[in-house]
């Protein structure tokens, strides 16, 4: 593998950095889209609506302050201002859910640059390998398998880096695009639950 790495030139050392910060950003968005973020919104919500109905909006609020996941901080940004109407307390959501769920875009732009930066920096590697195997033949005056392997090995190895590092980068950034958007649309709907339970109980204003 060394002796592969070597032989792909001095731009392996580039796809190399590539390849570490798309394993880290891997990890992190899975720690933080798979577990940080697995409480299932909806449940959230029908969990709340069931503590209202049994115990009142202050127990539902201090179930709220005391879950970590950040759909709760937004929703008890809303119960906060359930007093003040409709438009406030969808209002306080909004403007509470803007701070708590920026990290399901983090790094993802990151991400993305990869699976493109990656292929590019590769192609660079090509080009680099086959000026190296023509300046050859031009020195020599002869095409020799022997003095043109170098150069077109160093060329091909550094094409097949820069795919091995963008193809699962583009993988894993749709399924976490994908993931994003399901749990977006997730705090959409709960969200929505909750203020329709609250009007329909009477307990918020329109």
Do not use: C
């Not at 709340?48 to 008890?76: C, F, M, R, T």
């Not at 409709?86 to 990151?110: G, W």
């Not at 705090?187 to 909750?194: F, P, Q, R, V």
Request: proline share 3%; no cysteine.
């Amino acid at each position: 593998m060394l002796e592969i790495f070597q032989k792909g030139g001095f731009v392996m050392w580039g796809l190399l950095a590539l390849a570490i910060i798309a394993i880290a950003i891997i990890l992190e968005r899975f720690i933080t889209l798979y577990m940080l973020a697995s409480a299932n919104p909806l449940k959230l919500v029908q969990k709340v609506i069931d503590i209202i109905e049994e115990q009142g909006l202050k127990e539902a609020l201090d179930y709220l302050y005391d879950n970590p996941s950040p759909l709760a901080k937004v929703l008890a940004a809303g119960l906060e201002k359930v007093h003040q109407g409709k438009v406030a307390f969808e209002d306080a959501m909004v403007r509470k859910a803007v701070s708590e769920l920026a990290f399901l875009d983090r790094n993802m732009i990151y991400l993305s640059s990869i699976t493109t930066i990656a292929p590019l920096l590769g192609f660079i590697g090509t080009i680099i390998g086959l000026m190296k195997a023509f300046n050859t033949i031009r020195i020599t005056g002869e095409v020799e398998p022997e003095l043109v392997a170098g150069g077109i090995s160093e060329a091909l190895i550094a094409t097949g880096a820069g795919f091995i590092i963008a193809a699962p980068a583009a993988l894993f950034y749709a399924i976490f695009t994908n993931r994003i958007n399901v749990y977006q649309r997730q705090i959409e709907e709960a969200s929505n639950a909750l203020v329709e339970y609250l009007l329909e109980k009477g307990i918020i204003v329109a």
